[in-house]
């Protein structure tokens, strides 16, 4: 059986996200955000958007675009320090901003992308992190439900891929991308350099193709992938 081919323009794969949807941004940082897809998801409207990302970036940087054209609702992240604008539009009640420990973020996507409903940890309790959060008592220990994860669509980057969507990725990209490909309905990948099929090394493969729809390959790499460049 030939595997088909999964490159698509980028305008075709960021068509399907539609107002209202879930949408996890991959990335640490710089690492592993997809920037082109970020000003493509701009171009293309949505609104009213949950995104999940591990960071805000930083003012002028990926999640900080579609923060500036009103497109985002709430932010479900771990962190906002970088970025003031994000800060600002939380404090003034613009956008609803949930939360998160780091590992905990990345375990309830990871249970979202394994099927399960939810995990039991002890992080977080008698904080704000708790709040409106139930809890049960579990082994003796009082544990915080935190619900699983899931998204619409993940927009990842990597630094290759085949045609098929097998995906390989570079660094603290691996934190957070292969996680947001499992648990989200579309996955779409930019990738920097899209090989024939075969010409990835099994072993090299950190998101097989059968989690991925599109992929859509960049040109030269803009000023925002500057700590990326290899």
Same mark, same amino acid.
């Given at each position: 059986?030939?595997?088909?081919? *999964?490159? #698509?323009?980028?305008? =075709?794969?960021?068509?399907?996200?539609?107002?209202?949807?879930? $949408?996890?941004?991959?990335?640490? &940082?710089?690492?592993? #955000?997809?920037?082109?897809?970020?000003?493509?998801?701009?171009?293309?409207?949505?609104? +009213?958007?949950?995104?999940? *990302?591990?960071?805000?970036?930083?003012? !002028?940087?990926?999640? !900080?675009?579609?923060?500036?054209?009103?497109?985002?609702?709430?932010? $479900?992240?771990?962190?906002? &320090?970088?970025?003031?604008?994000?800060?600002? @539009?939380? +404090?003034?009640?613009?956008?609803?901003? =949930?939360? +998160?420990?780091? /590992?905990?973020?990345?375990?309830?996507?990871?249970?979202?992308?394994? /099927?399960?409903?939810?995990?039991?940890?002890?992080? &977080?309790? /008698?904080?704000?992190?708790?709040?409106?959060?139930?809890?049960?008592?579990?082994?003796?220990?009082?544990?915080?439900?935190?619900?699983?994860?899931?998204?619409?669509?993940?927009?990842?980057?990597?630094?290759?891929?085949?045609?098929? &969507?097998?995906?390989?990725?570079?660094?603290?990209?691996?934190?957070?991308?292969?996680?947001?490909?499992?648990?989200?309905?579309?996955?779409?990948? =930019?990738?920097?350099?899209?090989?024939?099929?075969?010409? @990835?090394?099994? +072993?090299?493969?950190? #998101?097989?193709?059968?989690?991925? !729809?599109? $992929?859509?390959?960049?040109?030269?790499?803009?000023?925002?992938?500057?700590?990326?460049?290899?």
């Amino acid at each position: 059986m030939k595997l088909p081919s *999964k490159q #698509t323009s980028i305008k =075709e794969a960021i068509a399907h996200i539609k107002d209202g949807d879930t $949408v996890m941004l991959g990335g640490f &940082g710089v690492p592993g #955000t997809p920037f082109v897809l970020i000003h493509a998801l701009v171009k293309h409207g949505a609104r +009213n958007l949950t995104i999940v *990302k591990n960071d805000a970036n930083e003012p !002028d940087m990926g999640v !900080d675009h579609l923060l500036k054209s009103g497109q985002v609702a709430r932010l $479900v992240t771990t962190h906002l &320090g970088l970025n003031g604008h994000a800060i600002k @539009l939380m +404090n003034a009640g613009e956008i609803e901003v =949930e939360f +998160n420990a780091q /590992g905990i973020l990345a375990e309830r996507i990871r249970a979202g992308g394994a /099927g399960l409903g939810g995990v039991l940890s002890d992080i &977080g309790i /008698g904080t704000e992190l708790a709040e409106g959060k139930k809890e049960i008592e579990f082994g003796g220990k009082t544990q915080i439900i935190e619900p699983a994860l899931r998204a619409d669509v993940a927009l990842l980057h990597a630094a290759q891929a085949d045609s098929f &969507g097998n995906l390989a990725y570079v660094g603290t990209a691996q934190n957070f991308n292969p996680l947001m490909a499992m648990a989200a309905d579309r996955v779409v990948a =930019e990738v920097e350099s899209l090989l024939p099929l075969g010409e @990835l090394a099994a +072993n090299d493969i950190h #998101t097989p193709g059968v989690f991925v !729809d599109h $992929v859509t390959e960049l040109g030269e790499l803009s000023e925002e992938y500057a700590v990326v460049q290899r």
